[in-house]
Protein backbone atom coordinates (compact mmCIF):
# COMPACT_ATOMS: atom_id res chain seq x y z
CA UNK A 1 0.00 0.00 0.00
CA UNK A 2 2.56 2.31 0.99
CA UNK A 3 4.70 1.47 -1.65
CA UNK A 4 1.83 2.28 -4.35
CA UNK A 5 0.84 5.75 -3.02
CA UNK A 6 4.72 6.65 -2.56
CA UNK A 7 4.67 5.86 -6.48
CA UNK A 8 2.01 7.62 -6.74
CA UNK A 9 3.30 10.53 -5.04
CA UNK A 10 6.47 11.09 -7.06
CA UNK A 11 4.39 10.49 -10.44
CA UNK A 12 2.07 13.31 -9.26
CA UNK A 13 4.94 15.61 -8.61
CA UNK A 14 6.79 14.87 -11.66
CA UNK A 15 3.45 15.73 -13.53
CA UNK A 16 2.08 18.70 -12.07
CA UNK A 17 4.62 20.76 -14.23
CA UNK A 18 3.77 18.67 -17.44
CA UNK A 19 1.50 19.52 -19.89
CA UNK A 20 -1.93 20.16 -19.45
CA UNK A 21 -3.05 18.57 -22.76
CA UNK A 22 -1.57 15.44 -22.11
CA UNK A 23 -1.49 15.11 -17.92
CA UNK A 24 -4.38 15.20 -15.73
CA UNK A 25 -2.48 16.46 -12.79
CA UNK A 26 -1.65 18.87 -14.85
CA UNK A 27 -4.56 20.06 -16.06
CA UNK A 28 -6.09 19.81 -12.59
CA UNK A 29 -3.41 21.16 -11.11
CA UNK A 30 -3.81 24.30 -13.82
CA UNK A 31 -7.43 24.83 -12.45
CA UNK A 32 -6.21 25.80 -9.29
CA UNK A 33 -6.80 24.19 -5.44
CA UNK A 34 -10.34 24.91 -5.56
CA UNK A 35 -10.83 22.86 -8.12
CA UNK A 36 -8.97 19.84 -6.85
CA UNK A 37 -10.65 19.83 -3.33
CA UNK A 38 -13.97 19.89 -5.18
CA UNK A 39 -12.97 16.79 -7.06
CA UNK A 40 -11.73 15.01 -3.61
CA UNK A 41 -15.14 15.62 -1.97
CA UNK A 42 -17.18 14.40 -5.46
CA UNK A 43 -15.20 11.31 -5.24
CA UNK A 44 -15.57 10.95 -1.30
CA UNK A 45 -19.40 10.88 -1.93
CA UNK A 46 -19.08 8.76 -4.73
CA UNK A 47 -17.21 6.71 -1.88
CA UNK A 48 -19.82 6.85 0.19
CA UNK A 49 -22.78 6.30 -2.36
CA UNK A 50 -20.86 2.78 -3.18
CA UNK A 51 -20.55 1.95 0.03
CA UNK A 52 -24.18 2.41 0.77
CA UNK A 53 -25.40 0.30 -2.46
CA UNK A 54 -22.91 -2.47 -0.82
CA UNK A 55 -20.76 -1.79 -4.16
CA UNK A 56 -17.36 -3.50 -3.39
CA UNK A 57 -15.79 -3.09 -6.27
CA UNK A 58 -17.26 0.63 -6.79
CA UNK A 59 -15.88 1.30 -3.00
CA UNK A 60 -12.26 -0.26 -4.39
CA UNK A 61 -12.50 1.78 -7.94
CA UNK A 62 -13.51 5.02 -5.79
CA UNK A 63 -11.10 4.76 -3.19
CA UNK A 64 -8.37 4.89 -5.60
CA UNK A 65 -10.15 7.97 -7.10
CA UNK A 66 -10.30 9.52 -3.51
CA UNK A 67 -6.54 8.80 -2.58
CA UNK A 68 -5.03 9.50 -5.67
CA UNK A 69 -7.14 13.47 -5.45
CA UNK A 70 -6.01 13.62 -2.12
CA UNK A 71 -2.34 12.86 -3.33
CA UNK A 72 -2.69 15.93 -5.88
CA UNK A 73 -4.49 18.00 -2.89
CA UNK A 74 -1.21 16.96 -0.83
CA UNK A 75 0.90 18.29 -3.51
CA UNK A 76 -0.17 21.07 -4.28
CA UNK A 77 -0.14 22.35 -0.99
CA UNK A 78 3.50 21.86 -0.56
CA UNK A 79 2.59 18.42 2.15
CA UNK A 80 3.44 14.97 1.51
CA UNK A 81 1.82 11.72 2.61
CA UNK A 82 4.68 11.49 5.26
CA UNK A 83 3.28 14.50 6.89
CA UNK A 84 -0.13 12.40 7.13
CA UNK A 85 1.39 9.26 7.99
CA UNK A 86 3.28 11.13 10.83
CA UNK A 87 0.21 12.56 12.36
CA UNK A 88 -1.51 9.10 11.99
CA UNK A 89 1.29 7.46 13.84
CA UNK A 90 1.42 10.43 16.34
CA UNK A 91 -2.17 9.14 17.06
CA UNK A 92 -1.36 5.89 17.35
CA UNK A 93 -2.61 4.48 20.69
CA UNK A 94 -5.01 7.08 21.58
CA UNK A 95 -8.83 5.84 21.39
CA UNK A 96 -10.66 7.82 19.33
CA UNK A 97 -13.53 7.71 21.72
CA UNK A 98 -11.21 9.35 24.50
CA UNK A 99 -9.21 11.86 22.27
CA UNK A 100 -13.00 13.25 20.96
CA UNK A 101 -14.01 13.07 25.29
CA UNK A 102 -11.42 15.70 25.77
CA UNK A 103 -12.31 18.15 23.45
CA UNK A 104 -14.36 21.06 24.92
CA UNK A 105 -16.71 22.17 24.25
CA UNK A 106 -18.85 19.17 22.59
CA UNK A 107 -18.24 20.26 18.92
CA UNK A 108 -20.89 17.94 17.46
CA UNK A 109 -23.06 20.82 18.19
CA UNK A 110 -23.94 22.04 14.73
CA UNK A 111 -25.51 25.49 15.62
CA UNK A 112 -21.79 26.95 16.20
CA UNK A 113 -21.09 26.39 12.67
CA UNK A 114 -20.90 30.04 11.69
CA UNK A 115 -17.00 29.50 12.93
CA UNK A 116 -16.56 25.87 11.99
CA UNK A 117 -15.37 24.03 9.09
CA UNK A 118 -17.84 22.00 8.09
CA UNK A 119 -17.64 18.51 8.22
CA UNK A 120 -13.86 18.54 10.02
CA UNK A 121 -15.49 16.95 13.15
CA UNK A 122 -13.11 18.68 14.96
CA UNK A 123 -12.69 21.86 16.52
CA UNK A 124 -11.73 24.41 13.72
CA UNK A 125 -12.76 27.79 13.39
CA UNK A 126 -11.78 30.29 10.39
CA UNK A 127 -10.90 33.68 11.26
CA UNK A 128 -12.97 35.31 8.42
CA UNK A 129 -16.22 36.86 11.38
CA UNK A 130 -13.70 37.81 13.52
CA UNK A 131 -13.64 41.04 14.79
CA UNK A 132 -10.56 43.45 14.49
CA UNK A 133 -9.23 42.52 18.00
CA UNK A 134 -9.38 38.81 17.06
CA UNK A 135 -12.41 37.69 19.01
CA UNK A 136 -15.70 35.93 17.44
CA UNK A 137 -19.07 37.65 17.38
CA UNK A 138 -20.70 37.37 20.30
CA UNK A 139 -23.46 35.03 19.73
CA UNK A 140 -21.23 32.99 18.73
CA UNK A 141 -19.60 33.23 22.15
CA UNK A 142 -23.10 33.05 23.73
CA UNK A 143 -24.05 29.62 21.69
CA UNK A 144 -20.22 27.92 23.02
CA UNK A 145 -21.02 29.29 26.34
CA UNK A 146 -24.02 27.80 26.70
CA UNK A 147 -22.70 24.41 25.26
CA UNK A 148 -19.51 24.56 27.50
CA UNK A 149 -22.03 25.30 30.81
CA UNK A 150 -23.47 22.12 29.39
CA UNK A 151 -21.06 20.06 29.70
CA UNK A 152 -19.83 21.08 33.14
CA UNK A 153 -20.97 19.06 35.97
CA UNK A 154 -20.57 21.57 38.46
CA UNK A 155 -20.29 25.56 39.58
CA UNK A 156 -17.57 27.36 37.80
CA UNK A 157 -15.71 29.79 37.65
CA UNK A 158 -15.62 32.87 35.21
CA UNK A 159 -12.03 32.19 34.50
CA UNK A 160 -12.60 28.75 33.43
CA UNK A 161 -14.78 29.69 30.90
CA UNK A 162 -12.96 31.73 29.96
CA UNK A 163 -10.07 29.81 29.24
CA UNK A 164 -12.17 26.99 28.04
CA UNK A 165 -14.09 29.22 25.18
CA UNK A 166 -10.61 30.95 24.18
CA UNK A 167 -9.10 27.11 23.52
CA UNK A 168 -12.32 26.00 21.74
CA UNK A 169 -12.10 29.13 19.23
CA UNK A 170 -8.65 28.85 19.01
CA UNK A 171 -8.12 32.26 19.93
CA UNK A 172 -4.59 34.05 19.52
CA UNK A 173 -2.48 35.73 22.61
CA UNK A 174 -2.52 38.63 20.74
CA UNK A 175 -6.77 38.59 20.79
CA UNK A 176 -6.91 37.43 24.67
CA UNK A 177 -4.46 40.31 25.47
CA UNK A 178 -6.61 43.23 24.04
CA UNK A 179 -8.25 45.20 26.11
CA UNK A 180 -10.74 48.13 26.20
CA UNK A 181 -10.08 52.01 26.99
CA UNK A 182 -10.35 51.36 30.86
CA UNK A 183 -8.15 48.73 30.86
CA UNK A 184 -10.82 45.74 30.91
CA UNK A 185 -10.53 43.10 28.86
CA UNK A 186 -12.48 42.30 25.71
CA UNK A 187 -12.29 39.02 25.53
CA UNK A 188 -13.59 38.66 29.00
CA UNK A 189 -15.69 41.22 28.52
CA UNK A 190 -17.48 39.23 25.39
CA UNK A 191 -17.88 35.61 27.85
CA UNK A 192 -19.86 37.86 30.44
CA UNK A 193 -22.04 39.66 27.81
CA UNK A 194 -22.64 35.75 26.68
CA UNK A 195 -23.18 35.15 30.58
CA UNK A 196 -25.20 37.85 31.01
CA UNK A 197 -27.55 36.87 27.68
CA UNK A 198 -28.08 33.58 29.16
CA UNK A 199 -29.58 35.33 32.60
CA UNK A 200 -31.88 36.73 30.39
CA UNK A 201 -32.95 33.92 28.81
CA UNK A 202 -33.42 31.90 31.70
CA UNK A 203 -30.92 29.26 31.08
CA UNK A 204 -28.48 30.46 33.72
CA UNK A 205 -28.58 29.86 37.58
CA UNK A 206 -27.42 33.42 38.96
CA UNK A 207 -28.26 32.14 42.79
CA UNK A 208 -24.31 31.94 43.38
CA UNK A 209 -22.25 34.77 43.03
CA UNK A 210 -19.34 34.98 40.95
CA UNK A 211 -20.14 30.94 40.18
CA UNK A 212 -21.54 30.19 36.84
CA UNK A 213 -23.98 27.50 36.00
CA UNK A 214 -26.77 26.13 33.68
CA UNK A 215 -30.50 25.89 35.25
CA UNK A 216 -30.82 21.87 35.00
CA UNK A 217 -32.45 21.16 32.01
CA UNK A 218 -31.64 24.10 30.41
N1 LIG B 1 -4.27 7.44 -10.40
C1 LIG B 1 -4.61 8.25 -11.25
C2 LIG B 1 -5.97 8.60 -11.45
N2 LIG B 1 -7.09 8.19 -10.83
C3 LIG B 1 -8.09 8.87 -11.42
N3 LIG B 1 -7.61 9.68 -12.38
C4 LIG B 1 -8.36 10.57 -13.26
O1 LIG B 1 -9.14 11.43 -12.48
C5 LIG B 1 -10.18 11.93 -13.29
C6 LIG B 1 -11.37 12.11 -12.41
O2 LIG B 1 -12.37 11.28 -12.70
P1 LIG B 1 -13.80 11.83 -13.15
O3 LIG B 1 -14.57 10.67 -13.64
O4 LIG B 1 -14.36 12.66 -12.06
O5 LIG B 1 -13.28 12.73 -14.35
P2 LIG B 1 -13.91 13.85 -15.19
O6 LIG B 1 -15.37 13.80 -15.08
O7 LIG B 1 -13.26 13.73 -16.53
O8 LIG B 1 -13.33 15.13 -14.45
P3 LIG B 1 -13.79 16.64 -14.57
O9 LIG B 1 -14.21 16.84 -16.01
O10 LIG B 1 -14.87 16.83 -13.57
O11 LIG B 1 -12.55 17.41 -14.23
C7 LIG B 1 -10.31 11.00 -14.49
O12 LIG B 1 -9.83 11.69 -15.64
C8 LIG B 1 -9.39 9.87 -14.11
O13 LIG B 1 -8.74 9.28 -15.23
C9 LIG B 1 -6.30 9.54 -12.42
N4 LIG B 1 -5.35 10.15 -13.20
C10 LIG B 1 -4.06 9.82 -13.01
N5 LIG B 1 -3.66 8.90 -12.06
C11 LIG B 1 -2.23 8.61 -11.85
O14 LIG B 1 -1.50 9.78 -12.13
C12 LIG B 1 -0.52 9.48 -13.11
C13 LIG B 1 -0.28 10.72 -13.96
O15 LIG B 1 -1.44 10.98 -14.73
P4 LIG B 1 -1.37 12.12 -15.86
O16 LIG B 1 -1.12 13.39 -15.16
O17 LIG B 1 -2.74 12.13 -16.53
O18 LIG B 1 -0.30 11.73 -16.79
C14 LIG B 1 -1.06 8.30 -13.87
O19 LIG B 1 -0.03 7.58 -14.47
C15 LIG B 1 -1.72 7.52 -12.77
O20 LIG B 1 -0.73 6.79 -12.06
Redesign the pocket.
Known amino acids: MRDSLDT?EA??RE?RA?DPDT????K?TAKGRAKIAQ?LG?EAVETVIAAMADDRAGVVSES??LL?HLTVLLADMGLSLDDVCAELDRREGVSGLTEKASRVPDAKQPHISSSKIEGSGKRRHTNSNFDQHGLPPQDDVMEALHLFLAKQQNWIEPSEAYRGLADHFRLEAEALSSTMADGRSHWENRVQWARKKLVDNGSLDNSRRGLWKLKNGK
Open positions: LTIRASYVALKEADF
